[in-house]
């Protein structure tokens, strides 16, 4: 027994030895592709001498005789930092994901392929001026000299996850980044999938049931809509779920996720030092790394500082010494989807105003991992290109005989976005940055500014021409042949919404409606926002001036209006009625839940239980108001629609006929449904977090998830890539933190703002910035996730184009001269 006893500890110290040698030499051949920031190059490609000065938090400082080569050096830093990001961004923009991950990605690159962008890409590098062809000529040289680098010296195959999957590194060409702002432009377009989606549930609801689920923006005047079935004849009802790709390597976000974000601005009247103001915080997806990548460069118009994205050139959120821009999405309708008939004598021809008129068509191959290679047929129509049935759910509104195509500003093949950004790093004021986003086509944004002396908005992206007389104004997928529903080019750039010196002395956007102009001319019909504006206003009118650290506040606040207001109604009846229950009773839980929301104040602080009672009962109250008439299509209303909730609980337009469950007998009230959608859940609740209804706390379930889009899934390393923070907000709050929605984990963090900034014109360098992880995408780097917990808590760092500040704790200086 004891020889046994030997051998067996002999065998498990000789495993426990093994396994520390796997890991270190694991750990030595990940860590050789950490970069060292002290190190000098000598490069092809460089012109002079350039510094990249990496200050303690890791943001580069990059100074260099030209702009060719702060570009250069740029490119460079991208690539040392985030190389797998950036190669990932470019597979997918190329619809070649699947050669690394097999058929899990097949469905994504056939879409992408049918979109094109990136030949769209190529095609648009010819279009772009001479100075921006330069400065990504010259950034494409210095992602590749750091490839370079890697090839050469053996650095670990440039980041961990090459060691994993395919370690074949192309070189960066011009045309990628233009790719990365088309597929920037996919990931913030909804109006795709919404028209799908209104017209299925035009066939299941009568127009003013239509309007409650689907409320058009309070103030906005829209006239009846066409019936779908009559304007496509030939569909039939589907309960069945729109399906889109889940995959977190797929850039195809559910309407929910299309984009949203936060700036504002103050003129020197309303600041308390003089200065003019400016905040902003995109919101997108969260991953590990984040998108962002902060970044300072020197040019020869002067300093820039903010958000770059890996890939680009270009700082997209920041400023200069005299100006700072902010961006956020602007909902513009730029999307219009069609349906084609096709010629049933020659299913090669489809028909047109003219006539028939054959497809622009060609093959594509995708290859794919450990299978066999997939071979697809683009065909594109006059209108954009035709999508198939299988995507967005199509299927389901498109009748035999006819496919699916269509328009978008994105897929211009002379698109100048590019040069508009590169113009708008060098202009000065306000109205230079106005004149530089003329050339902006995709995605639309709102360009917030700020210089020396004023404040100005202006709407950037071109606008479709529409005809007024369009049969479904561009809210429905519409017959193809007929000519008004075809777009007529684009309207001018006058026609943007522009604010310039306004009299209040305050801009601000959060995705809400910006202007109420009637069609063709109304920008769009969806917007992104009913809620969180509304407290934007009140905290701007609470004070007469304003300071960055009232910017800061407004930034970083998390009441939700939406609680504030939806609560009141939904538990009218509720509230302190009945003697109380006896303990351990539901009756008593439901009576403890009703006694604290009484009490709160609409924050959506981590640490209380009230907002995630809150977020829990309402979810509970719309399943129950929609499940019964829409079956499983229910499952489309991921997120609370507080429009729709305030119209059934205010009985506008007879809504409050949602509360009547249709199988039942008896005539439900609102109240009713309420009681019983606490009672859900309540009960969900308890099963998830014990009976002590204090101990819930929102910040368990609303954590944010930044998990690597690849080995986030993987078992056991998700530990250490995966970065999960415990987070205040919610839906609707200003620090906006929108939840996944879907189930098991329905209030997961899931989208936010990854970077924030706020930028002081009284004193410049006191300008802060700060984003969601760390600048570095290596899960060894100290730089990984340094900047995550500030983030979290609410804190920023520097934002300072002091070049001796950067120099005075720099964690490295990197030296690139000519080879």
Request: with cysteine; charged share 20%.
């Amino acid at each position: 027994m004891m020889l046994i006893f030997r051998w067996l500890l002999r065998l498990f110290s000789g495993l426990v030895v093994l396994g520390l040698l796997a890991l270190m030499f694991s750990y030595y051949f990940l860590s050789r592709s950490l970069p060292d920031y002290s190190e000098d190059f000598a490069l092809p490609g460089i012109t002079a001498p350039v510094e990249i000065v990496r200050n303690n938090a890791n943001v580069p400082h990059i100074f260099g005789a030209n702009d060719a080569d702060v570009f250069y050096a740029l490119g460079f830093a991208h690539a040392q930092d985030r190389l797998w990001q950036m190669t990932m961004l470019r597979r997918t923009a190329q619809g070649r994901l699947s050669e690394v991950f097999g058929e899990r990605t097949v469905k994504i690159d056939e879409l992408l392929r049918r979109f094109d962008i990136y030949n769209l890409a190529i095609r648009s590098l010819d279009a772009q001026d001479a100075a921006t062809r330069t400065a990504l000529e010259a950034y494409a040289n210095g992602v590749n000299a750091w490839i370079g680098q890697v090839n050469a010296d053996a650095r670990g195959r440039g980041a961990p996850e090459f060691f994993l999957f395919s370690n074949e590194i192309a070189v960066w060409q011009p045309a990628d980044s233009l790719a990365i702002i088309k597929l920037m432009a996919l990931q913030l377009s909804s109006h795709l999938e919404s028209e799908v989606l209104r017209a299925r549930m035009s066939l299941l609801l009568p127009d003013t049931r239509l309007r409650d689920i689907l409320p058009d923006d309070p103030g906005t005047g829209v006239t009846t809509l066409p019936d779908y079935a009559s304007l496509v004849p030939g569909v039939r009802p589907s309960f069945e779920p729109l399906r889109m790709a889940e995959d977190p390597l797929s850039p195809f976000h559910r309407r929910a996720f299309a984009g949203a974000s936060n700036s504002w601005a103050a003129a020197p009247t309303r600041s308390a030092a003089g200065g003019t103001l400016l905040a902003n915080d995109p919101h997108l997806g969260f991953t590990a790394p984040t998108l962002w990548y902060l970044a300072r460069l020197e040019l020869q118009s002067g300093g820039v500082i903010g958000a770059t994205i890996p890939g680009m050139p270009v700082v997209l959120a920041g400023r200069s010494e005299d100006l700072g821009w902010a961006l956020t999405s602007s909902y513009l309708d730029d999307q219009d989807l069609y349906i084609e008939e096709v010629n049933p004598a020659n299913t090669e021809e489809y028909r047109t105003p003219d006539g028939w008129k054959a497809f622009e068509t060609r093959r594509s191959i995708i290859t794919v991992k450990d299978a066999e290679p997939v071979t697809i047929t683009l065909r594109w129509t006059d209108n954009g290109p035709v999508l198939p049935g299988s995507h967005y759910d199509l299927a389901s509104v498109t009748p035999p005989g006819h496919v699916a195509s269509l328009a978008w500003t994105a897929f211009s093949p002379a698109d100048t976005s590019m040069t508009s950004a590169m113009r708008l790093m060098a202009a000065k004021t306000t109205d230079q940055a106005i004149a530089a986003g003329e050339l902006f086509v995709a995605p639309s944004q709102n360009l917030m500014l700020a210089d020396r002396g004023g404040i100005a908005f202006q709407m950037i992206g071109q606008m479709p021409a529409r005809d007024a007389a369009h049969q479904s104004q561009g809210r429905l997928p519409s017959p193809g042949w007929i000519a008004a529903n075809r777009w007529q080019g684009t309207l001018p750039y006058t026609d943007n919404p522009r604010v310039q010196a306004p009299e209040t002395g305050i801009l601000g956007n959060t995705n809400n409606k910006t202007v109420d102009r009637p069609f063709p001319q109304h920008v769009s019909f969806d917007w992104g926002d009913t809620q969180r504006i509304q407290r934007w206003l009140g905290l701007m009118k609470t004070r007469e001036v304003h300071t960055r650290e009232s910017f800061i506040e407004a930034q970083l606040d998390t009441v939700s209006v939406m609680a504030r207001g939806l609560l009141p109604l939904i538990a009218a009846d509720l509230w302190f009625t009945g003697e109380a229950a006896p303990d351990g009773t539901p009756e008593r839980l439901r009576q403890r839940a009703l006694e604290i929301l009484a009490e709160w104040n609409g924050e959506m602080n981590e640490h209380l239980p009230e907002p995630l009672i809150t977020m829990a009962w309402l979810r509970a109250v719309q399943d129950r108001l929609i499940r019964d008439e829409l079956g499983p299509m229910a499952d489309e209303f991921t997120h609370v629609e507080p429009v729709f909730i305030d119209r059934v609980f205010r009985n506008t337009d007879g809504a409050a006929v949602w509360c009547d469950i249709i199988q039942s007998s008896p005539v439900e009230t609102c109240t009713e449904i309420a009681r019983l959608a606490l009672d859900d859940a309540l009960l969900a609740l308890t099963e998830r977090y014990g009976p002590n209804i204090e101990s819930w706390r929102w910040g368990d379930a609303h954590q944010a998830t930044h998990d690597h889009p690849v080995l986030g899934e993987v078992p056991l390393l998700r530990y250490f890539v995966n970065i999960r923070q415990s987070t205040s907000g919610g839906d609707d709050t200003l620090m906006r933190g929108r939840t996944k929605g879907s189930l098991p984990d329905p209030f997961l963090n899931v989208h936010g703002g990854g970077y924030r900034g706020v930028y002081d014109f009284a004193d410049p360098d006191s300008s802060v910035f700060i984003s969601a992880t760390g600048q570095s995408g290596h899960p060894l780097s100290r730089y990984y996730d340094n900047l995550g917990e500030l983030w979290r808590r609410g804190e920023y760092i520097p934002m300072s184009l002091d070049p001796e500040l950067a120099r005075a704790a720099a964690v490295g200086i990197t030296r690139l001269s000519p080879e």
